[in-house]
T-cell receptor
Framework: SQTIHQWPATLVQPVGSPLSLECTVE??????LYWYRQAAGRGLQLLFY??????ISSEVPQNLSASRPQDRQFILSSKKLLLSDSGFYLC???????????FGPGTRLLVL | QKEVEQNSGPLSVPEGAIASLNCTYS??????FFWYRQYSGKSPELIMF????GDKEDGRFTAQLNKASQYVSLLIRDSQPSDSATYLC???????????FGAGTQVVVTP
């Protein structure tokens, strides 16, 4: 069966510090991968998606970036965090042949 | 106009009653519709998906889709306290693979 992992689970970072969040998927090949952000009490905002290694599409211009160095690994990064980057970051995958997306456990980020 | 709209709630439902959640969408070309449940502090988990007009039942859950009126609903029968959560509606817009989410409806089931 397929599983999706995210780490860290929680993170407290000062403004201006760098960020690296990692997501890995097991049990499937060539998945589509997605990064979402959920601000407190808000809906899900799609940040990036990837249909293959090295292929990244950005949905929202901001100080975040994403990379996909391996088929089942998706990384979200920032060089300098802003207060507004606080939120719940969710990684999701789908099989590429059907549309249902499955979410990882998420990373809760607090920027102070 | 938001692409996917849901009442934010909270929707208070007595235990054992039916909870009815609604979702409207703006893009007539939307093809696929999903309901996710999100407990506080947790990630969303898929409850159901529906592609065709009409009803789809899975246990205590029934999804209803009306493409002509551009709405999709979720019914939760025999509501339990464990059903207390935020329910997210998601729609696959014309671009394959990208879901647009509503802000969610909070459901509170009271014993």
């Amino acid at each position: 069966s397929q599983t999706i992992h995210q780490w860290p689970a929680t993170l407290v970072q000062p403004v201006g510090s760098p960020l690296s969040l990692e997501c890995t998927v097991e049990g499937t090949s060539n998945p589509n991968l997605y990064w979402y952000r959920q601000a407190a009490g808000r809906g899900l905002q799609l940040l990036f998606y990837s249909v293959g290694i090295g292929q990244i599409s950005s949905e929202v211009p901001q100080n975040l970036s994403a990379s996909r160095p391996q088929d089942r690994q998706f990384i979200l990064s920032s060089k300098k965090l802003l207060l507004s980057d606080s939120g719940f970051y969710l990684c999701a995958w789908d099989s590429g042949t059907q549309e249902t997306q499955y979410f990882g456990p998420g990373t809760r980020l607090l920027v102070l | 106009q938001k692409e996917v709209e849901q009442n934010s709630g909270p929707l208070s439902v007595p235990e054992g009653a039916i909870a009815s959640l609604n979702c409207t969408y703006s893009d007539r070309g939307s093809q696929s519709f999903f309901w996710y449940r999100q407990y506080s502090g947790k990630s969303p988990e898929l409850i159901m998906f529906i592609y065709s007009n009409g009803d789809k039942e899975d246990g205590r859950f029934t999804a209803q889709l009306n493409k002509a009126s551009q709405y999709v609903s979720l019914l939760i029968r025999d509501s339990q306290p464990s059903d207390s959560a935020t329910y997210l509606c998601a729609v696959n817009l014309r671009s394959w693979g990208k879901l647009q989410f509503g802000a969610g409806t909070q459901v509170v089931v009271t014993p």
